[in-house]
């Protein structure tokens, strides 16, 4: 399956509802080395993001889907992570702008600019135990996938997130308030990662099934 304007709707609300879902395990995960909350401001942000979209016209395109969600997302989510997160989001809808869809190479394309925009803009990198140890190896998996159909595109994509997330357990956070409990921040799940790995699942889900 493609990502279209008659569908992009639909997956930005199961999006919506993966982080409604996961929102007190997202903030166990945070209450370990952050505020405690990230879950319950992804969760929010989710919602504000899809009522967004739910204003658009019908037929809105994949871009403008995407785009809406972001600023809407950027707008709601507390902290540093807001614009972090809507960065990705808003990335993946850019590199449908041209072809009007998200298939293989836009999604590896989405992710590639998402990771180094990220970078960019919060200063973390790989190791630093941040949501960039999920996406940078979720973008070079899509890159290596993007002449393959989108399902294989994007399950490669949320597998290496995965492994990404479970790498975070033993890192010393680098970045953030987490930063300041230095070796006390090793043993625990990094949250952000962890919100970017099951969005990347949810999309992968949804191009499947």
């Known amino acids: 399956m493609v990502i279209t304007s008659e569908n992009v709707k639909e997956l930005l609300k199961c999006i919506t509802d993966v982080f409604e879902e996961n929102k007190e395990e997202l903030c166990k995960y945070d209450r370990a080395i952050g505020d405690g909350d990230h879950g319950e401001s992804m969760a929010r942000g989710g919602r504000e993001g899809y009522k967004a979209v739910e204003a658009l016209e019908d037929g809105a395109s994949v871009s403008d889907c995407f785009k809406y969600y972001s600023r809407a997302m950027r707008a ?8 972090i997160f809507s960065t990705v989001v808003n990335e993946i809808g850019k590199a449908a702008k041209e072809s009007g869809q998200i298939n293989s190479a836009e999604y590896a394309a989405g992710l ?32 290596e996938q993007e002449e393959k159909p989108l399902e294989q595109t994007a399950e490669a994509a949320f597998n290496a997130a995965y492994e990404g997330v ?44």
């Open 112 to 143: 590639k600019n998402a990771a180094e925009k990220v970078m960019e803009l919060g200063g973390a990198v790989p190791g630093d135990k941040t949501l960039v140890d999920a996406l940078v190896p979720a973008a070079e998996a899509a890159k």
């Open 76 to 83: 709601t989510i507390g902290g540093a992570i807001g614009p």
């Open 166 to 209: 479970k790498n975070t357990i033993n890192m010393q956070a680098k970045m953030g308030r987490s930063h300041f409990l230095r070796e006390k921040s090793v043993g625990h799940q990094d949250a952000g990662a962890t919100s970017l790995y099951l969005m990347l699942r949810t999309f992968a889900e949804f191009v499947t099934e």
